[in-house]
């Protein structure tokens, strides 16, 4: 019986080389925009820093550190910057045999994940890797020069370790038990609150109410008239 590590070469290997055999079709190809992130990593194992060219101010042009980061070791190892390997020119070798190598990854994750989820998780992995390597769109970006290999093995390890996780219950994610009790406690709160409110518009409904008291000055009193206005009986005239 295979060991798990023979089996999930066994189911990683073939999509490899099928995504690398697609690479190979666009030769030496590499995007232009990856020439800034190759000075950058030129300028930083030169030890003259995160500058696009020695002497000038640094201004951070790039936007993939951890892959510049590579560039910059591979520099420092005699694999990048150097020259030609095998007669290629090591500026696209390089960043190419590394994109192979984060495709690899990405298909032990599918492996990974896959084995948590079903009993052939070679299989469902060969079948992930032929079908990764006939989309041109992936394979292109993956092998362009730039960090798209990478950020794909990262979000791949990540979809594996979160499937993983679920299956296995270690998401630490609350329960439906945990949601009903959460649920009929803030309805009994609300009920209590509510009868609370319920029994003080009641006590204060059923304190005595008593008539306002006027101060005297204020007190209503019948109007007074002038003498002068004051009505008098009619005088009866005499001839």
């Not at 696009?52 to 005699?78: D, F, K, M």
């Not at 791949?156 to 270690?170: K, T």
């Not at 008098?232 to 005239?237: E, F, G, N, T, V």
Request: some cysteine.
């Amino acid at each position: 019986m295979r060991s798990p590590a023979l089996r999930a070469s066994g189911a990683v290997l073939p999509g490899a080389a099928a995504i690398a055999l697609h690479a190979c079709l666009y030769g030496a190809w590499v995007v232009d925009d990856a020439a800034i992130t190759f000075a950058y990593a030129r300028s930083l194992a030169s030890g003259d820093g995160l500058v696009l060219q020695p002497g000038q101010p640094p201004v951070e042009a790039y936007s993939n550190p951890t892959w510049l980061a590579l560039l910059a070791l591979g520099r420092l190892a005699g694999l990048f910057d150097h020259g030609t390997i095998f007669g290629i020119a090591d500026q696209v070798l390089f960043p190419k045999a590394l994109a192979f190598l984060c495709c690899v990854g990405i298909l032990v994750a599918m492996y990974r994940a896959a084995s948590a989820v079903t009993r052939r998780p070679a299989v469902v992995t060969l079948v992930a890797g032929l079908t990764l390597a006939t989309i041109p769109s992936f394979v292109i970006w993956c092998f362009s020069g730039l960090e798209n290999s990478l950020f794909a093995l990262a979000v791949a390890w990540l979809a594996a370790v979160l499937c993983r996780a679920s299956v296995q219950g270690r998401l630490g994610t609350a329960t439906v038990s945990d949601v009903r009790s959460a649920s009929s406690a803030t309805v009994s709160d609300v009920r209590s609150a509510s009868s609370a409110t319920v029994s003080d518009v009641r006590s204060a409904s059923s304190a005595t109410v008593q008539a306002p008291r006027l101060c005297p000055m204020f007190a209503p009193q019948a109007p007074r008239l002038c003498p002068m206005f004051a009505p008098q009986a009619p005088r009866k005239w005499r001839c």
